[in-house]
């Protein structure tokens, strides 16, 4: 969806380098994601934030940290890559309407390789 | 938490068949259920929402289905073309519909052959 753009699209980089991933959004959404997907594993929620004051731990928090600059911006950082952290990286937005719908909207991803 | 199980990882079907999806989940009742489709190296498309109190819900070929009773949602696909090819995902709120996150299932492989 080009409405949610992540940089970089790829990235390799080495063991204890810290490096960030972007996500911007044209959507006007509150909401934003960051998931991480594994063969097997499926997605899994790293950190979300419900607004820019708003950061909040998913279920794989550790080794990770997110910034919220703006509604339409949240990054993520590995401060100290490991290779367990090799994965396709997904930035998300929603914006509740009338209540229990939410409706995700993905970017493209980011494809990290850690040697 | 929410667990959800997608029946298999793969799928194979002729084309012009029905697909059928599985997609069970423990624990509590969610709110709602979402299918989403994801292609190679791309994210996930949302499809359909199908609520609790919804039974059936058809989107042109789509076609959801909910049961509470069973916690189970099935997907279905008519009239499958090759074009219906990717991983198929289902995802319902995390914990009962107050903070609206989703958990996903790990997917199901669809391949439709000509």
């Known amino acids: 969806d080009a409405d949610v753009t992540q940089t970089p699209r790829n990235r390799i980089t080495k063991t204890g380098k810290r490096i960030m991933l972007e996500c911007s959004q044209t959507k006007g959404h509150d909401r934003m994601y960051w998931y991480r997907q594994d063969p097997g594993l499926g997605l899994r929620l790293i950190y979300y934030?419900?607004?820019?004051?708003?950061?909040n731990k998913g279920e794989i928090s550790d080794g990770y940290s997110v910034s919220r600059q703006a509604q339409a911006k949240f990054s993520l950082s590995l401060e100290s890559a490991i290779p367990n952290q090799t994965a396709l990286y997904f930035c998300a937005t929603s914006d509740p309407t009338g209540g229990v719908t939410e409706t995700q909207y993905f970017g493209p991803g980011t494809r990290l390789l850690v040697l | 938490s929410q667990k959800i199980e997608q029946n298999s990882e793969a799928l194979n079907i002729q084309e012009g068949k029905t697909a059928t999806l599985t997609c069970n989940y423990t624990?509590?009742?969610?709110?709602?259920l979402q299918w989403y489709r994801q292609d190679p190296g791309r994210g996930p498309v949302f499809l359909l929402l199908i609520r609790e109190n919804e039974k059936e819900k058809r989107k042109e070929r789509l076609k959801v289905t909910f049961d509470t009773t069973l916690k189970q949602s099935l997907f279905h696909i008519t009239a499958s073309q090759p074009a219906d090819s990717a991983t198929y995902l289902c995802a319902l709120d995390s914990e009962g519909g107050s903070n609206y996150k989703l958990t996903f299932g790990k997917g199901t492989l669809l391949t439709v052959n000509p």
């Open positions: 934030s419900f607004d820019v004051k708003d950061i």
């Open positions: 624990n509590y009742s969610p709110a709602y």
